[in-house]
């Protein structure tokens, strides 16, 4: 009787192997694949693919680098890169967005992403397009997914575009504490694997972002998602929110923006993990004004990187995992270009030694997916996601972003096609918010 053939074994015979431990890097070391499982690593390897009866594809490698897949912990697969806030509210519709989170996912594999956190996004598309790469109907890296952000309607980053009820973009409005538990709970239902809480917004009439959650709002939302087995995240803008997040449970904490010591110790103390999601940061900061950004955005991005930055470091030197997230899904971050920024950051800007930026974009990535001893190393017994490229990381952490040093991408164990030309595509009538004009056409500006 007819069936599925066998996968032939896979060798990778002689690399430069980073194993994303944090351990340090092994010279001509081979790296055994079946299935979608690494079988072995080193001798091992060498010795099992020599069996007489094994069928192996051996894969010369000498001279590149060997290393697991990356993993994205703070992704936005489903927003399509809007430039502002009334793109990402007023100009998407479910159809299209669904359309276009599956286009781009292909972006975010290629550039060597082979799991990554789909913290929130737009009408649930981000469940659905896990649910469809779990099933093989779309290519694309191994997905968690969220819902909607809960927010209270003085909360989030875009005003008064958020309601004061329902939902509208990535929020959905909780007014009461039943409410928190009651929505939680749907998203639970509905497939979500992780809850956001938005917990500081941007007020309109304040400068900067506010506390817009109690602790014990925070708590109740932490509890309902535990009983349930399900983890918490929070978008945290301050040192007094970060505190009272790590207090209240949340298991992994974004930003930790201008975090102090007294909100460090709660993070000792309770277990939460960050997330610093540097990246967008950086690049308006560095490269800002290439994208038509202003020079006071620019000033004020790298002086929160800065002051948080040293603290992040400090974390991770006390032992609280860090993860590495791109926010890709906007037009400062888009698809598939910085998923590697963050470990760039962490080496030239934290001081971070490259072996341990690249842990917490593969390692400590295994913790934000929720498959801790399943992906994120090289080791016998993982998935197969393996990165082998033509440079050293450790070396340069930046030849991670250059997508055209890439030799071979294993994704659960099945070689990604790297010779494709990449993902293109025309804008959609609509999809993009075209100004009249950049600044007031004033008689003054005419006639100077």
């Known amino acids: 009787m007819g069936g599925r053939k066998r996968m032939p074994e896979v060798l990778l015979k002689g690399g430069r192997l980073i194993d994303g431990t944090g351990g340090p890097v092994r010279p001509d070391t081979s790296v055994l694949l079946g299935g979608d499982r690494i079988v072995a690593v080193g001798a091992d390897a060498d010795a099992a693919a020599g069996r007489p009866e094994g069928d192996v594809e051996v894969v010369d490698v000498t001279g590149l680098t ?20 009334d793109e990402l509210f007023h100009h998407r519709d479910p159809a299209f967005t669904a359309l276009l989170a599956a286009f781009n996912v292909g972006k975010v594999l290629r550039a ?82 992780q809850i956001k809480i938005h917990a500081t917004g941007n007020i309109p009439s304040r400068k900067g972002e506010a506390q817009v959650w109690t602790l014990e709002e925070l708590r109740i939302v932490c509890d309902t998602a535990h009983d349930l087995g399900v983890p918490v995240s929070a978008h945290c803008r301050g040192s007094a929110c970060t505190r009272d997040a790590a207090l209240a449970g949340v298991d992994v904490i974004y930003h930790a923006s201008f975090m102090d010591e007294e909100a460090l110790e709660a993070i000792l103390e309770h277990g939460s993990a960050l997330c610093p999601v540097f990246t967008f940061l950086a690049n308006l900061a560095e490269h800002g004004a290439k994208a038509g950004a202003t020079s006071t955005a620019q000033e004020v991005f790298l002086g929160e990187m800065e002051q948080t930055g040293a603290m992040v470091k400090r974390a991770f030197d006390l032992g609280v995992p860090i993860f590495c997230g791109s926010e890709s899904g906007f037009s400062i971050t888009p698809y598939g270009h910085w998923h ?53 990381p450790v070396a340069d952490i930046g030849v991670l972003g250059d997508k055209s040093r ?38 003054d500006l005419v006639h100077p």
């Open 406 to 443: 890439f030799r071979h991408l294993y994704l659960r164990g099945a070689p990604v096609d790297l010779d494709r030309p990449w993902p293109e595509r025309r804008p959609v009538s609509g999809e993009h918010v075209v100004n009249w004009s950049a600044v007031p056409l004033t008689w």
């Open 66 to 85: 060997v290393m697991p897949g990356l993993i994205d912990a703070h992704c936005h697969v489903t927003l399509g890169e809007p430039a502002s806030n």
């Open 112 to 193: 060597g992403v082979t799991s990554f956190v789909d913290v929130d996004g737009l009408f649930d598309v981000g469940i659905a397009l896990r649910n469809a790469i779990d099933a093989g109907m779309v290519e694309g890296p191994t997905m968690k997914s969220g819902s909607y952000a809960l927010m209270t309607s003085v909360g989030g980053t875009a005003g008064h575009m958020i309601p004061d009820r329902g939902t509208a973009g990535y929020a959905e409005v909780v007014r009461s504490k039943d409410e928190m538990v009651q929505v939680t709970r749907r998203h639970i239902k509905n497939g979500a694997d």
């Open 340 to 392: 590697h920024r963050e470990m760039e950051v962490f080496v030239r800007n934290l001081g971070m030694e490259p072996l341990d930026a690249i842990m917490c974009g593969t390692k400590n990535g295994a913790i934000a997916m929720g498959q801790v001893g399943e992906v994120g190393t090289i080791e016998p017994g993982l998935r197969a996601d393996v990165l082998v490229l033509d440079g050293d």
